[in-house]
Nanobody
């Protein structure tokens, strides 16, 4: 199982970022997928998950601001983030499980004025 995340960067509060994750090594379209994040000095936090039938679930901390989606033809998991807050600053990972045990190398998102 391999994940490669991209799309992170630095934005101002209220800004928007789109993260992408390309996966390989497993039957992508048959698997639940997740985004987790880790702020400096804190543990991994599950923020979103999507089923094989595109049913999405979100942590309360991001609900209404983030949107998870998947493109099975491209083995790609996406995360659209809007209304970003300073507390969203973290390394973001895509993962095969909600605890992030199988995850990529991550992409840094920094929200700063």
């Amino acid at each position: 199982v391999q994940f490669v995340e991209s799309g992170g960067g630095t934005v101002q509060p209220g800004g928007t970022l789109n993260l992408s994750c390309t996966a390989s090594g497993f039957p992508f379209s048959h698997h639940l997928l997740f985004w987790v994040r880790q702020a400096q000095g804190k543990g991994l936090e599950w923020i979103a998950g999507i089923s094989t039938s595109n049913v999405a679930n979100y942590a309360d901390s991001v609900k209404g601001r983030f949107t998870i989606s998947r493109d099975n033809a491209k083995n790609t998991l996406l995360l659209h983030m809007s209304g970003l807050k300073i507390e969203d600053t973290a390394v973001y990972y895509c993962a095969a499980d909600p605890h992030g045990a199988q995850r990529g190398q991550g992409t840094q998102v920094t929200v700063s004025s």
